[in-house]
């Protein structure tokens, strides 16, 4: 893993994120790429006379914010604890967006945080952040809360049968020190699989993929949502891996509003991979 990308807001709450990545830089000796895209206030329409005081209005207001925000980002980049790491503030100025900004950068791991339903919103499903793990090319970390240490030990892998999972994994870091998969269905009234169909299919898919550590819970729940998050809580879970394909949609596991529900619901830390 070369290169993390963080997308920030600027606020205090966005250098969650930021710490996440940088514990990680460290033991896989990444760079960080700090990305930040300007709002610009809107222009109500001209008025006679007006539009050359307009104009230099917008501008100067345009020059304050960028200015800014470059000296929060070279705050956040000269913060102590992070010595020792490469953090480039990259600030988008041209109006594009963020989620254009960080979707386009060379990335291994996107790192982003996310405060749940109310930052969600904004953050994963009304806009940003729903489009950047949409349109991303490389798997994105969600945080909802400060972590001392990020290193996951307790990983969930959520998983439906759907033979798209058979491809190739490129975990952007090690998921856990035993390397032990812990498999988790949840079996929902409207699905009428069998577990020992659900079993089988699961043993087929970890000898396909060379896994001989697992482990499969099938848990029945009201919804797919409902089973994942509180599974997480259950087991103290470090982490939950999501799957989903991109810009194609999500996978069967993650129709409708399932990923909208885990993350907005989870307060453990999701990775959404790409298949």
């Not at 000269?78 to 963020?98: D, E, F, H, M």
Request: proline letters at 5%.
């Amino acid at each position: 893993m070369k290169m993390i990308v963080v997308p920030t807001d600027l606020s205090a709450e966005s250098e969650i994120a930021l710490s996440v990545a940088v514990d990680l830089a460290r033991v896989y000796e990444s760079d960080i790429k700090l990305v930040h895209s300007v709002l610009y206030p809107a222009v109500v329409g001209p008025y006679p006379g007006g539009s050359m005081i307009v104009a230099d209005y917008m501008l100067d207001t345009h020059r304050k914010l960028e200015d800014e925000a470059r000296q929060t980002m070279d705050q956040m980049q000269q913060n102590p604890a992070y010595a020792g790491v490469s953090i480039t503030p990259v600030l988008l100025t041209s109006g594009r967006g963020l989620v254009d900004g960080v979707t386009e950068q060379a990335a291994d791991l996107i790192v982003l945080f996310s405060q749940g339903s109310s930052g969600l919103a904004e953050w994963l499903v009304g806009s940003n952040a729903e489009a950047i793990t949409r349109h991303a090319q490389c798997p994105v970390l969600v945080i909802k809360k400060p972590i001392s240490h990020f290193k996951p030990e307790k990983i969930v892998f959520a998983i439906d049968m759907d033979d798209r999972f058979r491809k190739s994994d490129h975990y952007p870091f090690q998921m856990g020190e035993q390397n032990q998969h812990q498999f988790l269905y949840v079996l929902t009234p409207s699905d009428n699989r069998q577990p020992d169909g659900i079993r089988e299919w699961v043993d087929e898919l970890a000898q396909y993929k060379g896994i001989t550590d697992y482990n499969l819970v099938i848990r029945h729940a009201h919804s797919v949502p409902e089973g994942i998050v509180e599974y997480a809580e259950d087991t103290q879970a470090d982490l939950i891996v999501l799957f989903t394909q991109g810009h194609t949609g999500l996978s069967h596991l993650l129709a409708g509003s399932v990923a909208e529900d885990v993350l907005n619901r989870a307060q453990t830390p999701v990775l959404i991979m790409r298949l």
